[in-house]
């Protein structure tokens, strides 16, 4: 009888992945640098050693020095401690608008891929139209349309209730923000897992879970979207860098995050107003945004071969 | 007691051009506890024939005429949802590549258990007990080990066995395999067969078994039916199909396997012609291009599965050989 051993403790796909992953030093150094920016995102409060907020007009445009590592701003606020909180900006907008834009993309994508019909047609031509309005122009038009009448029922709502979370600005922030960018980046997700569900779908493991009698549900969350993950796990990694830049670039024109609430993006557009004169408050946010962005695409490179072993020679 | 009664079965592809068909008004009946082959090369219907009783038919291929009574029920009639509860608790399933035909991402146990938790509202726990029991009762040595692996770390026919064991885990009253050792080294092969019909006496259930290959089933059916290009052409008990071959189109097939008593340097007989195309077949009998007993009248009208004299168990579609042997 044929057998063969087995090892004491099973390897799965997703492990023999990470063995791969780990070998990868790119992938590694991206995977250390994002880490990194968690932590920071996470305890920035702790760690920044000004509040971010916290004005000294004496001291102000500073070069970097001993009391302020990266120097000060036009309004004396402490550079660092405004990265830090930047970052945690930049990793609220990743994650929520990423989460956000794969479950839409992921829902649709998946049933649309695999019950075809109707469906997949309405859907296909959604991501279309999506996919075909500038971006830029899409977001300045959510926000400038819907920005004035929800601050204006905010403030209402402080009125009568005088509870001060009606009156936190950032709230309107990210809501809009994560709106605006969720709806314009999940259609490339919604793409993605649909191709991949369509080519799944068609495997002889997906014949047998039918032929056992299986539910249509049952089948479509267990047997075909576990196996139609891997490139979808590549895309979101890349996904996460595009979504702060994309939050940066809109937070530099001025329709991502109000200041004072820091953000890469409007510190680079503060920075670039004064960098003949003060370079370094360019400089330290553009290099932090750089390598950040970096990390990423290094770890979804990593990802794309990890989980693709084929692909390598 | 009849199973399964197919009768006048139609399947047709939906083409741009329009419908072709490829399965031609088929009879076939299958009794309780009998193992039923079926013979015939790539294309001739045998697959879809089977797949379409369930409503596994790919798109585009759908089931146009003709009845499948199975248990008293037209299984075409039947709804999907009704369908989906035929499919593995009353028929059963094994397929042709174990390789692929295992999810990678669940291990083997918890994919057997999953299926009876389904289809029987089990517990959990108790439905992974029933699939050790299960990958037992398949042969499978160590089967609490094994319950836990991975389908990878399986060898060919170790992953067969677990998917006999998941063809059998709602107790199906029959049970289709579809060429389930085309990829399985020789000596597995000869493993399956015996495991099938061990488990065909024990589990009294019927068994149709869908093969390319004479020579495996000629150990395991009771009755084989040959088909081509969509119609039986012969329909006979096991020994009758072997010591009389009476259509001329089993006669070739038969007259192609290698024999160890032939001369060593003689070329394998093989049958001139291909097979006709869906939607391109020729008017009456479809094997009339590639006979070698043609007469004028075989393009006249398909011929009809007619019992032989003496025989009434063994009927062939041919009426030339049939009357030179009346």
Known sequence: MAMIDIEDRPSSLWRDAWRRLRRNRLAVAGLVIIAALVVVAVFGPWLSPYDFLSQNLDLRNQPPSAQHWLGTDDLGRDVMSRLIYGARTAFMVAVGVTVVAVLIGVVLGSI????????????????????????????????????????????????????????????????????????ITWPPYARLVRAQVLSVRRRPYVTAARAMGLTNRLILTRYVLPNAMGPLIVAVSAGLGTAMVLESAFSFLGVGVTPPTPSWGNMISDGLRVWTNYPHLLAAPAAVLAVVTVAFNFLGDGLNDALNPKGQK | MTLLEIKGLTIDIARDSGPARVVDGIDLSVTEGESLGIVGESGCGKSLTMMSLVGLLPNRIRATGGKALFGGRDLLKLSAKELRKVRGSEIGFIFQDPMTSLNPVIRVGDQIAEALVYQKGMTKAAAKAQAVELLALVGIPAPEERANAWPHELSGGMRQRVMIAMGLAGNPKMLIADEP???????????????????????????????????????????IAVLYAGTVVEDAPVEAIFDRPTHPYTRALLGSLPTLAGAAMERLPSIPGTPPEPGRRPPGCPFAPRCGFVQPSCSQSVPKLQAMPGDRRHKVACPVVLEGVA
Do not use: C
């Open chain 1, 112 to 183: 649309a891929g695999f019950y075809g019909g109707w469906f997949d047609r309405f859907v296909m031509w959604f991501t279309d139209i999506t996919m075909s309005v500038p971006q830029l122009l899409l977001v300045v038009v959510i926000n400038a349309s819907l920005k004035q009448p929800i601050s204006l029922w905010m403030e209402a709502r402080y009125m009568e209730t005088l509870n001060p979370i009606w009156r936190n600005s950032q709230i309107i922030d990210f809501v809009l923000v994560f709106g605006a960018m969720a709806l």
């Open chain 2, 181 to 223: 050792t085309t990829a399985l080294d020789v000596t597995i092969q000869a493993q399956i067969v015996d495991l099938v019909r061990e488990l065909k006496d024990r589990l009294k259930m019927s068994v149709v078994w869908i093969t390319h290959d004479l020579a495996l089933i000629a150990g395991l059916a009771d009755r």
